[in-house]
């Protein structure tokens, strides 16, 4: 299966920041329409799927890119600068092409041939069930937050399997079976709750399906070295640790815009004072330790997602420890992000929470990025047990 990716001409020549980079005039001037409508414009999308900006994590056998994860990461901090649910959308979607590593590559063409494809889906619904039968799976379930799934046209779900009595099957380690599936998106009911205080464009609603067949060929087992297709150094990460990395990016774009727009803005004078806010010895010390933060946590992702590539394309396994250090400089950032944008927001003052400025909108959206499970400080939890010489068992790392 040798698909051509399918990159306007006149952006073929240009690595993927660049192009997210040359898209942020679109994406800024269309980030009031997304908040607006819960939802990515027409007219941004098409410019998206041009630049490819969908296929980045994509096989090169099915169209895509199949980048290295810092070059991902920086391509996704460009586009949040410019709008966070245009780059969540963006980062998501991209995750969830990591399928097309695990699956049949007719499926994977059917799939994720057309220009503008996209497959979106939430966590493991508590409630989601696969039965075996012949041919494939019986499958319902309910999941929320599925991210960009109103311009995706398939859906997927993580699903326990379960016998024909209901009780759970148990693989060869022992522990409850799963199975995630795929399935066009008009075979779900899909549920708008997405009424939230930041990440509105993301649309991220909740979807249902009611005993529905899916064929064993659009089925596989998430991370499942048995499953794999793949042999590229980018499988070697786990989807689980791209979603973490590239909302991490999300983190960064937010924060470096709203560190910047503070910049700019302070050369004015404040009310009932007498100086700009450049002038004053607290925003000089308190805007130089954001810059740090910055700074020294997309320092710490990348150098790390960096020494991760090269042992993956030496064709090594990602050791626990490695994958632990991954999991610590993902959530570091969002948090040392949160802490940026923060500081500017309140530095500047009372034109902050006007829509016109956008600090507003960045202060939600970074919150919203920040109470996410990758963010939570469970997350540092396991890095913490694996520097302290603990085993984990845990499917987050």
């Not at 991209?94 to 007719?106: F, H, K």
């Not at 994720?112 to 319902?140: D, I």
Request: contains cysteine; glycine residues 8%.
């Amino acid at each position: 299966m040798n698909i051509e990716a399918p990159i306007a001409k006149g952006h073929a020549m240009m690595d993927p920041v660049q192009r997210a980079r040359q898209l942020r005039p679109l994406i800024e001037a269309a980030a009031p329409a997304i908040e607006r409508l819960c939802a990515l414009t027409p007219e941004l999308l098409a410019a998206l799927h041009d630049a490819g900006l969908f296929r980045l994590l994509l096989p090169r056998s099915c169209g895509g890119e199949e980048v290295e994860p810092a070059v991902f990461v920086a391509a996704v901090e460009e586009i949040a600068k410019g709008d966070a649910s245009t780059a969540w959308c963006m980062s998501q979607g991209s995750g969830c092409s990591v399928t097309a590593a695990y699956i049949e590559p007719a499926v994977a063409r059917e799939i994720f041939g057309a220009r503008a494809a996209v497959l979106a889906w939430g966590p493991g619904g508590a409630n989601a069930k696969a039965t075996a039968v012949e041919g494939g799976y019986r499958v319902s379930g309910t999941w929320p937050y599925a991210s960009g799934s109103r311009h995706a046209q398939w859906l997927g779900g993580h699903c326990a399997l379960v016998d024909g009595e209901g009780k759970p099957c148990l693989g060869p380690d022992g522990k409850p079976a799963e199975r995630t599936v795929l399935f066009q998106k008009s075979k779900a009911a899909i549920r708008d709750v997405w009424q939230v205080v930041g990440l509105r464009g993301t649309g991220s609603d909740t979807y249902t399906v009611t005993d529905l067949f899916v064929p064993t060929r659009y089925t596989f087992v998430r991370e499942s070295p048995a499953d794999r297709r793949e042999d590229g150094p980018l499988y070697r990460f786990t989807s689980y640790q791209l979603y973490g990395a590239g909302f991490a990016g999300v983190a960064l774009g937010i924060a470096r815009a709203t560190l910047d727009a503070f910049i700019a803005m302070s050369g004015k004078v404040p009310a009932l004072a007498s100086k700009a806010l450049r002038e004053s010895a607290v925003v000089q010390s308190r805007i130089a330790i954001a810059e740090a933060q910055w700074r020294s946590s997309r320092a710490f992702l990348m150098e790390t997602l960096d020494a991760m590539w090269k042992i993956a394309s030496r064709g090594e396994a990602l050791e626990l420890q490695q994958r632990a250090a991954l999991r610590l400089a993902a959530v570091h950032a969002i948090h040392q992000c949160r802490e940026v944008v923060e500081t500017a927001y309140h530095l500047a003052g009372g034109p902050a929470i006007f829509e016109k400025e956008r600090f507003e909108r960045r202060m939600r959206d970074m919150h919203t990025v920040a109470q996410q499970v990758q963010s939570q400080f469970i997350n540092f939890e396991m890095a913490g047990q694996v520097l302290l010489g603990f085993p984990s068992s845990s499917k987050l790392i």
